[in-house]
């Protein structure tokens, strides 16, 4: 069992995401500097998963962005 608590903040979502989206950029860079099919498809491979991680910590810092909404008085 870890230390970390279960329920992150919409902030800390967020963070992931911004994290996420530089990853996505590098490769991006990578991608455009190749001119190897073998390496092009590997990052588009990349691309591919990094873009579906994006779209789980947008959403997840949105469903806390509510929550934490609902949640204050």
């Known amino acids: 069992m870890t230390d970390e608590p279960v329920e992150r903040s919409a902030d800390e979502a967020l963070a992931q995401a911004e ?3 530089a990853r996505l950029d590098r490769a991006r860079q ?3 500097a190749t001119e190897d099919p073998e390496t ?3 990052v588009l491979s990349e691309l591919n998963e990094i ?3 994006i779209e789980g910590a947008v959403s997840e810092a949105k469903r806390r962005a509510e929550a ?3 949640a204050e008085p």
Request: aromatic residues 0%; negative net charge.
């Open 19 to 21: 994290e996420l989206l």
């Open 30 to 32: 990578r991608l455009e």
């Open 40 to 42: 092009a498809i590997q």
């Open 51 to 53: 873009a579906k991680q």
């Open 68 to 70: 934490e909404a609902d």
